[in-house]
C-alpha cells in the first residue's frame, strides 16, 4: 500500500509567483484535504477535494485553489504569494467524507522571499 | 464555534516519566469524532487515535492511553513510560464531519513534547 506523497519537498518563491504544490493520495482513498500549517501553528484547513470536486473549504482567499484529477491526485495553487503564505502545506486523503481518518503526506516547505 | 485548545505550549520530562497532554475542545454537534496525531522534527503528522462523540471507553494502546470525557469536553492522551522517541509535536483535532458539514479537521495549537534521556 502507498502512502501519501507529496512533491515537491522544499521550494523557494518570491512575493508575487505563483506556485503548485501537488499529492498523490494513498491508494483507494478518494478525498484529498490540503492545510496550511505556519510555524508553532497547528494545521488550517484550506479545501477539500472529493470525486474531483471540491467539497468546502477554510477561510482562505481566492487566490488559494485546487484541482482534483481522475486517479484522485491532486493540486495545490497559489497565485500572488505573499511572505505570509510561507509555511508547511500538508496534504491528506481520506475515503469518503465523513469522519474518516486522514492520512498525512510529508508536506511541502514553501517559502516566500 | 468548533475549536480545539491544548494549554500546554511545550513539556519537558525524563525518560520513564508518565505524561499527560491535555486537549478541551468546544462544538456544537453531537456527533463528531475526536483525533490525536503526531508530528516528528520530519513533519509528517502521524495518525494516533480516532474517538467518536458516543463512546467514552478509555483507551490503552500500548504505553499510549487516552480519557475522553465529554461532561469536561476534554479528549486527553497519557504516555506512560516515556521515551526519547516520543519527542515530538503532539496534536489534538475535531472533527464535525456528517453529511452536512466538510469533512475537515480542526486543530489544537500543539504540544511540543521532550523527552530526555
Known amino acids: 500500500e502507498t502512502g501519501v506523497t507529496q512533491s515537491p519537498t522544499h521550494l523557494i518563491k518570491t512575493r508575487g509567483q505563483q506556485v503548485t504544490l501537488r499529492c498523490s493520495s494513498q491508494s483507494g482513498h478518494n478525498t484529498v484535504s490540503w492545510y496550511q500549517q505556519a510555524l508553532g501553528q497547528g494545521p488550517q484547513f484550506i479545501f477539500q477535494?472529493?470525486?474531483?470536486?471540491?467539497?468546502g473549504r477554510g477561510n482562505f482567499p481566492p487566490r488559494f485553489s485546487g484541482l482534483q484529477f481522475p486517479n484522485y491526485s491532486s493540486e495545490l495553487n497559489v497565485n500572488a504569494l505573499e511572505l505570509d503564505d510561507s509555511a508547511l502545506y500538508l496534504c491528506?486523503?481520506?475515503?469518503?467524507?465523513?469522519?474518516?481518518?486522514?492520512?498525512f503526506g510529508p508536506g511541502t516547505r514553501l517559502t516566500v522571499l | 464555534a468548533q475549536k480545539v485548545t491544548q494549554a500546554q505550549t511545550e513539556i519537558s520530562v525524563v525518560e520513564k516519566e508518565d505524561v499527560t497532554l491535555d486537549c478541551v475542545y468546544e462544538t456544537r454537534d453531537t456527533t463528531y469524532y475526536l483525533f490525536w496525531y503526531k508530528q516528528p522534527p520530519s513533519g509528517e503528522l502521524v495518525f494516533l487515535i480516532r474517538?467518536?462523540?458516543?463512546?467514552?471507553q478509555n483507551e490503552i494502546s500500548g504505553r499510549y492511553s487516552w480519557n475522553f470525557q465529554k461532561s469536561t469536553s476534554s479528549f486527553n492522551f497519557t504516555i506512560t513510560a516515556s521515551q526519547v522517541v516520543d519527542s515530538a509535536v503532539y496534536f489534538c483535532a475535531l472533527s464535525e464531519g456528517g453529511p452536512y458539514n466538510t469533512d475537515k479537521l480542526i486543530f489544537g495549537t500543539g504540544t511540543r513534547l521532550q523527552v530526555f534521556p
Open positions: 474517538r467518536n462523540s458516543f463512546d467514552e
Open positions: 477535494y472529493y470525486r474531483e470536486e471540491e467539497n
Open positions: 491528506a486523503s481520506s475515503f469518503g467524507t465523513s469522519y474518516n481518518e486522514q492520512f
